[in-house]
């Protein structure tokens, strides 16, 4: 059915209809005590007062859903709206829907101007004898349409009057079919449900092209008095209005008597489907509708959006398994929860997000998002360090550095003397840069720091993605900062994609109900925050087994032999284990601890998020191609010291040093200070 917009000038209707809805319009003025002689140049005035232009019926924006789905665009996973509504075109209504609408609101609609002379005579008599103050009943569906989108819900008679005047106006720019269309998606259902398509799927569960008699009577009757006829809640009255609207169409010869007993008897048995409010994935979900909110216009969310999100249901469900398991074989150490992030790094598509172990469970403040919640990262944050040094310095893995008793200022200490010490308490003399990150020592990564500078760590974390606020401190290479986990595996993904940054997004594709595209994948464009020789040894470093044996021994190598960059990280007190690792097409980032931040018993971040992190990857890649990391054509593998090291093409190795290791080129530190 097309619908045809006719023709308007923006003026007040013909003198002819206009003296017909005065002269309402005074018999209602009348009611208020009003004389008639003065009563019509009031109500003129009074009413063509900034009155809305009928013809921006059309134009107002209409709340709709915003629907989330699955990656495969299948699965619906969270639905959010200002009004739930579903727009349709009227030619996707059931005409049997249209003819009850007709009989339980306004039957000669296809034939009067706009409003109903008898109706409002009936209306403004019922007010009288009832002796209220309000005006009720007589509306057309023209003037219940006026009502709800071009004047306020203040129940005067000047806005009654101006109510019959724009419905006339309505009524010469639209045709009765586009008010009609206009009206089902407007109306209120109940149920939370706006406009015919949202009140069948709540209520049946099918569309509104797919209603029948008995379900079109049923919803048409809510329309009057949503909470009074609400099927659901008081069946005993739905049945009685819907009698009263099959009665109507029988009257009208718009339904045979036959069917009308049919309707009623099927409705007895009607079970109602309850609109379900269970979101997949929440904390995912809640995280992808307020980065909407960032990217898109407020009018354009408010109008509904379909939007295909990067969530892969089952790499999400396996890892919430797996946390949840995890998590409850740590309880004896004092763990309530977890979470896990994983990225393509390639993309930036976050392919699971599990924010805590259980959504639901208040007593580990389940709903709070751990993913994007700020933490300690520990020692995860110290291959920026690194990558930052590499870049800058031009030094290689075989660089070496002192690990050694140091100390430094600090006023913030009790002491007034800053004493690091390393994880296992021990000083390892001269290292290799290798060694040095694979193994976590605290005192070579505070010298890198030193000799890279504080506000250049800052700046390339900055650079990777790092977005909260960090203190310019000397220990923020070993995790005096707060971040999110989020941010962490965003910056970890451009170490494995070369040294291109891709920001993580859950979105692949962003559309208008009408199937035109505001944002989608294609747009992703990679920035280059690393040159690729330092993206490279850092992951050579972290994916290098052997070099970290010393201190964490064989856990975190994963099965069959794959190749994967890793790094933990654990917080002097305990309150924070993460392991972020990653194969050069998935970034894994895992934490465990407790939601109020209360200390664990002891979990190091290879035996906490370390057992998560591994666990997941042996079993969503098991079966899958074995990946390496490509080397970068600038880089090359020579020999220092006897043993094969990367090196920079065209750069002079560096000379074997003390203990088999390469130049000492990092700055010595400080003689002890005096105690304070």
Known sequence: MLIRRRSFREEAPGPRTLLIVLLSGLLLLGGCGIGVAGAAGFAYTAVMRDLPKAADLKSRPMAQVTSLYDRTGTQLLYEFYEERRFWVDLRDVNPVMIKATLAAEDVSFYSHPGFDVRGIIRAVVNDLTRRRGGTQGGSTITQQLVKRLLLSSEQTYIRKIRELVLAVQVEQVYSKDEVLELYLNQVFYGNQSYGIEAAALSYFGKHAIELNLAEATILAGLVQAPSDYDPVINPKAALDRQDDVLSVLVRYQMATQ????????????FTYKQLRTDIKVPHFAFYAREQLSRRVDPEALRGGLAVITTIDLAQQQMAQDIVAKRVAGLKSQRVNNGALVSVNPRTGEILAMVGSVDFKNVEIDGQVNVATSLRQPGSSFKPLAFAALFATRKWVPASTVVDEPMTRPDTSAPSGIYRPVNYDGKFHGTVTLRSALANSYNIPALLVQETLGTKELVRIARALGIATPLPE???????????????????????????????????????????????DATEVRGERVLPSESAYMVTSILSENRARYPMFGTVLDLAGGRIAAVKTGTTSDYKDSLTIGYTPSLVVGVWVGNTDSKPMMQVAGSLGAGGIWKEFMDTWLKGRPLETFPMPATVKTGTVCGVPELLYVGATPPQCGIAGAGPVRTPRPTPDLPPA
Do not use: C, H
């Open 258 to 269: 036959a069917e009308a007993d049919e309707a009623r008897l099927e409705a007895e048995a």
């Open 473 to 519: 401190v000397q220990s923020l290479t070993l995790g005096a900062g707060t971040v999110r986990l989020l941010d962490m595996v965003g910056a970890y993904s451009a170490f494995a994609n070369d040294g291109m940054r891709v920001d993580p997004t859950p979105f692949l594709r962003i559309s208008y109900k009408s199937g035109a595209v505001i944002w």
